[in-house]
């Protein structure tokens, strides 16, 4: 049974820093491209950033580039988001996905890609 669990979320002041946090079980986690998501109140959900299985390759939204980057360890099942210069306009629900990748350097940018999910984490950023 396959299990994603994030970590992390928090109430910051505008400005600030965190450290979002995502393992995946009973996958064969470097066959999987991961990615967060993130939804707002009212919105649909977005893509926030995203990484290959290999590691190798990211892709940002234009919203949080320079400001957040993302990283794996491969022997940890571990997937990060370290967002920096956070605004309240990031504030929303963070899902960390994984999509069985064709492997190397793919990046799928599709919700639908993703096939699975976690039940995300709450990041709060106050003015």
């Known amino acids: 049974q396959v299990q994603v669990v994030e970590s992390g979320g928090s109430l910051v002041q505008e400005g600030g820093s965190l450290r979002l946090s995502c393992t995946a079980s009973?996958?064969?986690?470097?066959?999987?491209?991961m990615a967060w998501f993130r939804q707002a109140p009212g919105k649909e959900r977005e893509g926030v950033s995203y990484?290959?299985?290999?590691?190798?390759?990211?892709d940002y939204a234009d919203s949080v580039k320079g400001r957040f980057t993302v990283s794996r360890d491969n022997a940890k099942n571990m997937l990060y988001l370290q967002m920096n210069s956070l605004k309240p306009g990031d504030t929303a629900i963070y899902y960390c996905?994984?999509?069985?990748?064709?492997?190397?350097?793919?990046?799928?940018?599709?919700?639908?890609?993703?096939?699975?999910w976690g039940q995300g984490t709450q990041v709060t950023v106050s003015s």
């Open positions: 990484i290959s299985s290999n590691g190798r390759a990211t």
């Open positions: 996905a994984a999509a069985r990748s064709a492997g190397g350097h793919y990046i799928p940018l599709r919700l639908a890609e993703y096939n699975y």
């Open positions: 009973g996958l064969t986690f470097d066959d999987f491209a």
